[in-house]
């Protein structure tokens, strides 16, 4: 080759300042993971030295420093208007004629290695030499052309990709970032197509984008070519792969989540304007996954491999071949956001309320607000104020001089891998992105608060709501005299309470992730072909993804599970069974179908009476079966099972029989059986509650109430609550001492701890094993006991 063209298979990691950052890794790869499996287009690229020689013919350099020289890029109008004028010059300028003959040979030499050559399409990828560089994401920022036909058009595709390293949001990120703007070189990659148009396409990191949770591989994924997704013009679906479960050799997948993908990126045919077009995605199409279980871990794999070469969390797109199902790499860049953050946890946490008038996917955990000013148009991006809240269809990196103004951003569509998402995250502001509707729910000028500190799920609230942030160093923590655990309900927050020091989870509620990720009655679904129409076409899109209704409930809550068992393993978790009352189950569709109307649901037709009663034993075994999986199949056997509102000692025998018949029989697999203490006569008789489990669960809010008779949800009697009461005490130490007795474990899951540190310190002195908190509270909690315990010591 020359010094105007290199072979992708000739590179390396070395030749960053040769051909940029994107074609260097691509040449890595193919040099050194090919063997391995990882599979990446060949191709060739042009070099750092075309490009300057050619901004040296008739003094083009010259002009565009003069400028730039002259650009404040911080004056969005005269941006506007130097970039295009930049960008026009470069396209006008004719290649060198060096240049010109060195690309016509290297594209001559693969087109020969290609079948049916003359048919062949390509793309053309830029790859600039200071880009994808770990302290910085030139993500998006240059172009990519795709589907281009013909060496006359691959020239042509080659004049766009140097000109669009004048893009506006690319000059303006290189001023922001401190890098001169002739420092930048650009190399374009010409590789042949991977036919995505006919499959599928997206993004994947190696690393949870949000917490930074380096166990888990998170891939996004749509229908067509990746540019919709990179964009954010589409809301994918997502999925999470537990990297030590899938490097042994079980089951991986943790997450599953369907994206509308309304739209869909396609060839355009032959003679059109432009070679690729836009199209509405076919319904059938929307509301399935548009990978396969089998995708999803083989991406995983390569992506795993690729991050062990480089040794470090790394940005992945990938894309189906529609001709031969293969998948491929296209780009592999560091991880610039996550991978930096050190031993500090942020915390944001809301403290007003107010209406939700938009919801989406979160970027960032952090919750920003101001005044509302939507944005129809980049063109009208200039009207976008410091502290103000930007709400606009689709964001993309062109936006980004005005992006690190706002309190936050508020997009229709895009995903949590998107380039704009990419930018959000560096910037440091919150993001909530593929709302669908937020544009014609928020009203420009009106006073909104965007939450991303609530989960995968993004909340825009009206108003300006309170909302507190700590920063929390996580230095060496102090000794204490107990297991601190955590109270984990929501299975979307669990990659970023894994931060926080633990000694995993003492409570986490089915009941929770029935709630929010089935949301269906467990009967309907089992029930489905004797539902009323109007009930079938309710739930028939929710489930449209997963091969029978049944399969769904039992799918879904196994997600919700191994998400927390694998966050917090190889620490315990403890999952509760769910102890929904017969009117909570009545809110879900079809609810009220099947519950009965109790006087008092709380002392009704709840937990382990549910569990061995006819009527519900179907209910039960989909969550055993959903335990299984999770244990059996995945092999996350630090899941430990603890059954709630165990009334009797008959009731105490016929669970765990149940538990038993369903092949989830403790001692087996490591399998240990928690019993919820939470009834006064849990205490009386601890010891022969104790014969049938491995210990106990203290839940301090129902034995409060039930040993003092308050209901906990009446205001009349609220005063009177307090888990302090002697009498509660009373009841408390007769469990704690059985199961030390008995050399059982004994925790505390109830709120007690985490309102009244010395409640946690009186539990430490009768012995308890574990105190399980809500994560907001184990810092301060843990604190406290290590300071007075060292006072007293």
């Given amino acids: 080759m020359t010094d105007y063209v ?59 420093a003069a400028e730039l020289d002259a650009l404040d890029v911080d004056d969005i109008a005269a941006l506007s208007a130097a970039g295009p004028r930049i960008r026009g010059w ?37 790859s600039a030499t200071a880009e994808d560089l770990p302290d910085a994401s030139f993500a998006g920022q240059q172009e990519t052309f795709l589907n281009i036909h013909g060496i006359d058009n691959v020239k042509r595709a080659i004049k766009e990709v140097f000109a669009s390293l004048y893009n506006d949001r690319a000059i303006s990120y290189r001023v922001h970032k401190g890098f001169t ?22 993004v994947m990191f190696t690393l949870d984008t949000e917490s930074g949770f380096n166990d888990a591989v998170f891939i996004t994924a749509s229908v067509g070519l990746g540019e919709m997704v990179v964009q954010g013009a589409v809301n994918p679906d997502e999925f999470y792969v537990h990297k030590p479960t899938l490097a042994a050799g079980r089951p991986a997948i943790l997450r599953r989540t369907v994206g509308d993908k309304a739209m869909r990126m396609v060839f355009a045919e032959p003679g059109s304007r432009e070679p690729v077009r836009t199209e509405q995605t076919p319904m059938a199409e929307r509301q399935q996954f548009s ?48 991978s930096r953050s050190g031993q500090v946890v942020e915390r944001y946490r809301l403290q007003g309320s107010g209406p939700v008038l938009a919801t989406g996917r979160s970027i960032g955990g952090r919750i920003g607000a101001g005044k509302a000013r939507v944005v129809d148009s980049i063109r009208d991006m200039d009207q976008v104020q410091a502290g103000d809240v930007l709400i606009t269809d689709m964001t993309d990196p062109d936006w980004e001089p005005v992006m690190k103004r706002a309190a936050a951003i508020v ?11 990419i930018i959000a995250r560096e910037l440091g502001v919150p993001a909530v992105v593929g709302c669908n509707d937020a544009t014609d729910k928020i009203a420009d000028g009106q006073a909104v608060t965007v939450s991303c500190a609530e989960g995968d799920t993004g909340y825009i609230y009206d108003g300006e709501l309170a909302f507190e942030h700590k920063v929390i160093e996580l230095e060496k923590m102090p000794e204490v005299p107990v297991k601190v655990m955590m109270n984990v309900g929501n299975p979307e927050r669990a990659f970023g309470f894994a931060s926080i020091p633990n000694a995993g989870v003492g409570l986490a509620r089915l009941e929770f992730i029935i709630n929010n ?20 076409a309710e739930i028939t899109p929710r489930i449209a993804a997963y091969p ?13 599970i191994a998400t927390l068992a694998a966050t917090f393993a190889p620490n315990p978790v403890i999952i509760r069974m769910s102890d929904f009352k017969s009117n909570e189950y009545a809110n879900l569709v079809a609810g009220p179908r099947y519950e009965p109307e109790e006087e008092n649901p709380m002392i009704g037709f709840r937990g382990a009476g549910r569990y061995v009663s006819d009527s519900f034993k179907a209910c039960f075994e989909m969550e055993c079966e959903a335990l299984k999986v999770v244990r059996n199949e995945m092999g996350l056997t630090n899941l430990q099972i603890m059954i709630p509102f165990v009334r009797t000692l008959n009731q105490a025998k016929a669970v765990t029989e149940a538990l038993a018949e369903q092949g989830l029989k403790r001692g087996e697999n490591g399998l240990k059986l928690i019993m919820m203490c939470e009834i006064p006569s849990n205490a009386v008789l601890a010891e022969q509650f104790l014969e049938y489990f491995d210990g106990f669960s203290i839940g301090s809010n129902d034995m409060t109430q039930l040993t003092l008779g308050i209901d906990r949800d009446s205001s009349l009697v609220a005063a009177d609550f307090d888990e302090r009461d002697p009498a509660v005490k009373a009841m408390l130490s007769m469990a704690i001492q059985a199961c030390r007795k008995q050399g059982k474990y004994v925790g505390i899951c109830g709120q007690g701890p985490s309102d009244h540190a010395d409640f946690a310190d009186w539990l430490v002195k009768e012995g308890i094993e ?10 301060d909690t843990w604190l406290y006991l290590a300071e007075h315990m060292e006072k007293k010591g």
């Fill in 181 to 202: 703007h002739a420092d930048v070189a650009l190399s374009a990659g010409i590789q042949r197509m991977v036919r995505s148009d006919l499959a599928a396409s997206g």
């Fill in 6 to 64: 290199r072979w992708l298979s000739d590179l390396g990691m070395n030749d960053v300042g040769v051909v940029g950052g994107k074609n260097a890794s691509l040449g890595e790869m193919i040099q050194h993971l090919t063997q391995l499996g990882v599979l990446v287009p060949g191709g060739f690229a042009t070099t750092a030295q075309a490009y300057r020689d050619f901004l040296a013919v008739d003094d083009l350099a010259e002009r565009i």
């Fill in 90 to 126: 470069i396209i006008e300028q004719p290649f060198q004629p060096e240049l010109d003959q060195a690309i016509e040979q290297a594209y001559a030499a693969l087109a020969e290695n290609i079948e049916n050559a003359a048919d062949a399409t390509w793309a053309v990828r830029s």
């Fill in 411 to 421: 997009t229709n569509r895009g995903g949590r891998t998107c380039h704009a998402a």
């Fill in 770 to 779: 574990s105190v399980s908190l809500n994560p907001d509270t184990v810092i």
């Fill in 291 to 338: 990978i396969s279980d089998a995708e999803i871990e083989a991406l995983a794999k390569q992506a795993v491999l690729i991050e062990q070469h480089y040794q470090r969390p790394m940005d992945i797109e990938w894309a189906k071949d529609g001709l031969d199902g293969k998948l491929y790499i296209v780009q592999a860049r560091p991880e610039t956001v996550q």
């Fill in 548 to 560: 029978s209704p049944r399969e769904f409930f039992v799918m879904r809550l196994a997600e919700g």
């Fill in 517 to 536: 990720s089935i949301g269906i009655h467990p009967k309907a679904l089992l029930e489905f072909d004797q539902l009323p129409d109007d009930l079938k």
